[in-house]
């Protein structure tokens, strides 16, 4: 193997892979990188036998050849290069990388031993802008369950059809929702349920590229590819929750007012709350939200916030971690709450068509 390229597009590629090796485990193989130069092109791979990552580097190929190292040694050593032209020669069982009068030698392990990622038929598939998409990971990955006790709630659904696509995410006790167009139209529905650390990649991916994200589901497993990064992963097996059924369909109470007042009133009362509870008291009357919390140990605190309020009056509580993830995930200053008493979930949007997020109250 024998290959030059730029310091800067080698960097990129390896800042696309080298995290997944970076969390590969145990498995000595598993941490290193395979890099394959094949005519026009050096393909960097990173792999924890669950996710699959692949870079496309632009670069000269003079020998085919493929090899194996430590991604996050390699990955650091590139990005302290000089902004120049980086030679690379397989010599043995090392890579010989010089660049502006540096010159190094970096011990690896055959590329028979790495293990093979696997690729599927592009079939099932559809297109999302990149930018859409990573706004929509950022509105729905917080709210995904972290605890594997139930796993089809461990990841994102994401559900096309027609023209729509569909991320949701739940723990059970909130769920956000974005909906978003799809750029080419989808013959028939698709649906799979994602791993979270799988989206979480993706969407570290996605915050490096531009244009279109496509998107291809099989059985098993799904391909996400934007520019000259493709992500692989296995999918969860079971069926997502009907979500939809408790999603309210109409309100008693509707109210519209200024997240920033509310985020900052909730917090204040935050502090206030019984110890190790994240009790926050919302009292929804005339024109006005009351944003309550007391312990014995701390104090009292209480909040008022301006608001237009539409409906019978209601007093409702929350943990107030979620609902600030709400208010943080929502892309507007002006947010709309809809709520049917104490003991059903409150449903938070805002103008941004498609994205929806509910919260379920804690009953006193």
Known sequence: ????????????????VAPVAAKGGSLPILQNILLEATSGA?????????????????????????FTVNGRLFADYVRLLPNDKVDIILAGDHLEIRCGGQQTKIHGLSAEEFPVIPTI??????????????ESLSQVLFAVSVNEARPEISGVLIKAEGK????????????????????????GVVSAIVPLRAMQELARVLAQAEGDLNISISENQILFRAGEAELISRLIVGSYPDYSQIIPREAKTTVTLDKGPLSRAIKSASLFCRSGLNHVTLQFSQDRVMVSASASSVGE??????????????DIVFDYRFVLDGLNALSESEVFIKLNGATSPGVFTS?????????MPIRQ
């Open 1 to 16: 193997m024998k290959l030059s390229c730029t310091q800067e597009n080698l960097a990129a590629g390896l800042d696309i």
């Open 42 to 66: 050096l393909k960097l791979k990173a792999t924890n036998l669950e996710i699959g990552v692949t870079a496309e580097v632009r670069g000269k190929i003079e020998q085919e050849g493929t």
């Open 121 to 134: 038929t592009e079939t099932n598939s559809f297109i999302l802008p990149v930018k859409a998409a990573r």
């Open 164 to 187: 729509t696509a569909v991320l949701v995410g739940t723990d059970s006790y909130r769920l956000s929702e974005r909906s978003l167009e799809i750029t080419s139209e989808l013959t």
């Open 301 to 314: 605190n209480i909040v008022e916030v301006p608001a237009q309020i539409a409906g019978a009056d209601t």
């Open 351 to 359: 103008k941004e068509p498609g994205f929806l997020y509910l919260v």
